[in-house]
């Protein structure tokens, strides 16, 4: 008994017949018969399987934390939104009051431009998979599922989208990277600083307060040479 009871973790606490787990803490009586004993061991193992399971931060919106209260807040949700304010409500999400953006109360992640066809449970495991009120309503072989459905999509749209260039395509993109992004004619020699984008040419560099691709303010630049 003694020696069943050290396996299974527990040392004696020094009076009566009480042992207590090393681990968890649970006490058990040493006297009880094993397979109550097991029973006991099964029932705390249990319990420390379902709070590990249970959600372990809060909710960025806890007073969102009820379905109706989440659809009460679709009062004025437009009437050509794709997607049933139903559905979104079940699935986490409250109405922000703009456009068709919806917000989820759990883990605060946002989602707009609602298609006909979009399943929010869907939409909100491929845009925020570590949302926990979505892991435990779904279960993570849904998440995984709808990632990697997801990146199957996304690798299959850049394979018919970027097929072998041809020898001419790739002269046409390098004269075009090579060229100037203002005037479109001269070489690019000019990398802005704090940005790094090498697109303007010495000449139209010194009238520009921002890059033209990022925006960003050109705090300065230096020369390249294009070999």
């Known amino acids: 008994m003694f020696a069943s009871l ?38 705390i193992l249990q ?14 919106y806890p007073e969102m934390g009820t379905e109706e209260v989440r659809l009460a807040t679709f009062r004025n949700w437009p009437s050509y939104a794709a997607v049933a304010p139903e559905q979104l409500a079940r699935a986490g999400f409250f109405y922000t009051g703009h456009s068709d953006t919806v917000q989820c109360f759990y883990c605060d992640g946002s989602v707009r431009n609602w298609e006909h066809g979009d399943d929010p ?75 790094g984008h090498l697109v303007v040419c010495a000449e139209c560099a010194p009238n520009l307060r921002r890059c033209p691709i990022c925006r960003a303010v050109v705090r300065g630049s230096v020369r390249a040479f294009m070999s």
């Not at 319990?47 to 960025?60: D, I, K, N």
Request: net charge negative.
């Open 121 to 195: 449970w869907t939409e909100h495991a491929k845009w925020f998979p570590r949302c926990e009120f979505l892991l435990q309503s779904r279960g993570r072989d849904f998440v995984s599922s709808a990632q990697d459905s997801y990146f199957n999509t996304l690798v299959s749209q850049v394979s018919l989208m970027d097929p072998p260039p041809s020898t001419e395509e790739r002269l046409r993109r390098l004269q075009e990277e090579r060229m100037c992004k203002v005037c479109m004619d001269r070489d690019v020699s000019i990398v802005f600083v704090p940005c």
């Open 47 to 60: 319990r420390m399987v379902a709070e590990e399971g249970a959600l372990t931060s809060q909710p960025e």
């Open 6 to 43: 050290a396996q299974a973790g527990f040392f004696f606490l020094g009076f009566e017949d009480r042992v207590k787990c090393f681990c968890c803490g649970e006490m058990v009586r040493s006297t009880d018969d094993p397979d109550s004993v097991d029973g006991q061991i099964f029932g």
